[in-house]
């Protein structure tokens, strides 16, 4: 379900090392040769592909804007779909915003790409070719684009081992950040993985009544479950789990929310990102008031929990995930599909 149409050919960064070893056997050519960022690679390599039936790419960059820091980029896919990602500068290098699917199944109520429903996972290829389309100083990826990576679990997992081999992009795992909704059962298996990655789960309300009217698709995600399995997954990898929670006014904002979050998180492996609403053309959703922010952030620090407030990057670009390919394409394919 939802993975690749079946004349779609196969692309040849969906291959581990060991698979294009494989394949390649004897042909004298360079796994890491896959990742280059140049759009000329070596012509051994692309015949190669070719007599494997292979793509070597299989994005193609429809739009880009730019924006202060950000610039967002709209990639077609081989089935006429198109996801995009974000690339944000900072002094000390750049982030790679990606998607993990074509849509999402989740629809939050304050995000432009699960209003179009969920229409397919991508495949590892087509997460990795991101990174490599964004250049080589890409070092830091954030799955926050389009898309719940948890809910693509076997092709965002894979994409990141690829992305991580030593002969191939050798990306620091410490390096790359799983941000989800949690899905608990997801997050018992990813607590087994031995990566160590960064996780952000997208929380946005301490009750379940609010957490199903923000995050409609969560709602079989009971909110206890999804916040334990999160800390458990802290505590076994001892590192810090990062709750991010939409601050909106009058919805999830009161005292007694910022006190139960202050009592799920004290004295856990776990810090809290409050994150200012940055508004949506058709979403009534309102921007919270600083001093209301500054007054739930308060009951977060004297309860002793590590807390910032945040702004979405890119705002002048309309960062938040999936505006650009809902505003252009409101979920639809490039071109019909044959
Ligand atoms: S915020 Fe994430 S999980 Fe929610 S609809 Fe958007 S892409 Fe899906």
Redesign the pocket.
Known sequence: MFIRPPSAPRLALDLTAEEFETLSDGSGLAYRDLFSPHADLPRALRNWAEAQAMRIRGLNRITAERGGMSQKILFGLGDGYAVESVLIRRRDGHTACISSQVG?A???RF?A??QAGLKRNLTAGEIVEQVVQLGPKVNRIVFMG???PLNNYEHVLRAIRILRDRRGMDFPTTGITIST?GIPKALARLREEHLALNLTI?LHATTQDMRDRL?PGARKHPIGEVVSRALSWADRHNRLVTFVYLVLPGLNDSPADATRLARMMAGRKARVNLMRWNPVEGVALQRTPDRALALFRNTLTQAGVPVVVRDTQGRDISAA??QLWLRDLKGAPLQPKS
């Open positions: 999402c989740f629809a939050c995000c790409s699960g389009i898309g719940e909704i997208s995050i995930c999936g």
